[in-house]
T-cell receptor
Framework: DSGVTQTPKHLITATGQRVTLRCSPR?????VYWYQQSLDQGLQFLIQ???????AKGNILERFSAQQFPDLHSELNLSSLELGDSALYFC????????????FGSGTRLTVV | DQQVKQNSPSLSVQEGRISILNCDYT??????FLWYKKYPAEGPTFLIS?????DKNEDGRFTVFLNKSAKHLSLHIVPSQPGDSAVYFC????????????FGKGTHLIIQP
């Protein structure tokens, strides 16, 4: 157990729907990162939050949004889902914003049918 | 445009021998490089890193070499053990790492008995 909790582990939904992925960071960590891993692709950085504030944005689609709550857990919202959004979504956390060796959760596998 | 490339999707090595995983990058702004290891159904786990001011970093059986002029880094595992069988991701960062990491697609290392 890495200490980073992601729920749900698996999610199957239809095109056009909206889903929410949840991440609880490791105790004491203030930064949360979201990554997407599509089939045969490396992990693509989506977005980072630090202590409730958006810190950096990567290749995140406009249909996707995220937030970090006062208790530091984070949610990634994916809307108007397309088949190509099927992927593994990883959350990672770190103590500070520039901490490289951050800890990943085990991911949420999203399947859009 | 892939800024971090791992050109070998898989690598098979005999137990006890040296495993060498390679990674090339194109962005000269990258100043920090990391290797992550991933088992099935788990998130990536941080393995070892190197700053661009160094050309080598060692941690037990794992050594990372950086050749800045060639924009190339490699991970050496000596000796290779069955538990090393996993997918290895090379990742890079610039600007202090606060903007997320850029990952390669990974190399599946298989250690044969």
């Amino acid at each position: 157990d890495s200490g980073v909790t992601q729920t749900p582990k698996h999610l199957i939904t239809a095109t056009g729907q909206r889903v929410t992925l949840r991440c609880s960071p490791r105790s004491g960590d203030l930064s949360v990162y979201w990554y997407q891993q599509s089939l045969d692709q490396g992990l693509q950085f989506l977005i980072q939050y630090y202590n409730g504030e958006e810190r950096a944005k990567g290749n995140i689609l406009e249909r996707f949004s995220a937030q970090q709550f006062p208790d530091l857990h984070s949610e990634l919202n994916l809307s108007s889902l397309e088949l190509g959004d099927s992927a593994l979504y990883f959350c990672a956390s770190s103590v500070a914003g520039g901490d490289y060796g951050y800890t990943f959760g085990s991911g949420t596998r999203l399947t859009v049918v | 445009d892939q800024q971090v490339k791992q050109n070998s999707p898989s690598l098979s090595v005999q137990e006890g021998r040296i495993s060498i995983l390679n990674c090339d990058y194109t962005n000269s702004m990258f100043d920090y490089f990391l290797w992550y290891k991933k088992y099935p159904a788990e998130g990536p786990t941080f393995l070892i890193s190197i700053s661009s001011i160094k050309d080598k970093n060692e941690d037990g059986r794992f050594t990372v070499f950086l050749n800045k002029s060639a924009k190339h880094l490699s991970l050496h595992i000596v000796p290779s053990q069955p538990g090393d069988s996993a997918v290895y991701f090379c990742a890079a960062s610039s600007g202090g790492g606060a903007d997320g990491l850029t990952f390669g697609k990974g190399t599946h290392l298989i250690i044969q008995p």
